[in-house]
T-cell receptor, first 115, second 115 residues
Framework: DTAVSQTPKYLVTQMGNDKSIKCEQN?????MYWYKQDSKKFLKIMFS???????INETVPNRFSPKSPDKAHLNLHINSLELGDSAVYFC??????????????FGPGTRLTVL | AQKVTQAQTEISVVEKEDVTLDCVYE???????LFWYKQPPSGELVFLIR??????QNEISGRYSWNFQKSTSSFNFTITASQVVDSAVYFC????????????FGQGTRLTINP
């Protein structure tokens, strides 16, 4: 039933470690995203993929590397974690690529805490 | 600039009161959409409504209503007879195209409904 799923839901790790967050959507959507929500609840896009191809890459440190093995999956790998990476990371998907009307469906979020 | 401003950071009302959440947007596009999302305490992001720039009719869905006014670049959200379950952070978002659709979010308004 789950439309957009993420694992893990919580991730606590030490500074300097490398970690991954996985995302899967079963909606048959064309485009997938990663957003970051900071401690003040501000949501900002990080990346967008269409059918395994990177479309949007905001100004994100290159320690963050998205990987899309297929249209239904978009994973986020983070190297050398820093304290400032602590946030909630949301995966999202939508039908179509461009176009303004279709909404984005969000996963439940992954709360990353870097100690 | 493509920007969304939700000037009300936090609102607190007593149950059954009506409450309006403000959203002011800036866009250089002549055709555009606006979305509202709800983020309850459980953390997920739930899509509420989309509105296109051609349709200035107010939208009503149960206790929820939306007032779109192009003249003031606003897309305000009113909850009538608020309930405790309405407590959440509410986001107004402007979809824009940058290769693919991306959402430009407002800062969010944290709404607390007290019993």
């Amino acid at each position: 039933d789950t439309a957009v799923s993420q694992t893990p839901k919580y991730l606590v790790t030490q500074m300097g470690n490398d970690k991954s967050i996985k995302c899967e959507q079963n909606l048959g959507h064309d485009t997938m995203y990663w957003y970051k929500q900071d401690s003040k609840k501000f949501l900002k896009i990080m990346f967008s993929y269409n059918n395994k191809e990177l479309i949007i890459n905001e100004t994100v440190p290159n320690r963050f590397s998205p990987k899309s093995p297929d249209k239904a999956h978009l994973n986020l790998h983070i190297n050398s974690l820093e304290l400032g990476d602590s946030a909630v990371y949301f995966c999202a998907s939508r039908q179509g690529v461009a176009g303004l009307n279709n909404e984005q469906f969000f996963g439940p979020g992954t709360r990353l805490t870097v100690l | 600039a493509q920007k969304v401003t939700q000037a009300q950071t936090e609102i607190s009302v007593v149950e059954k009161e009506d409450v309006t959440l403000d959203c002011v947007y800036e866009t250089r596009d002549t055709t555009y959409y606006l979305f509202w999302y709800k983020q309850p305490p459980s953390g997920e992001l739930v899509f509420l409504i989309r509105r296109n720039s051609f349709d200035e009719q107010n939208e009503i869905s149960g206790r929820y209503s939306w007032n779109f006014q192009k003249s003031t670049s606003s897309f305000n959200f009113t909850i009538t007879a608020s309930q405790v379950v309405d407590s959440a952070v509410y986001f107004c978002a402007l979809p824009i195209i940058q290769g693919a659709q991306k959402l430009v979010f407002g800062q969010g308004t944290r709404l607390t409904i007290n019993p």
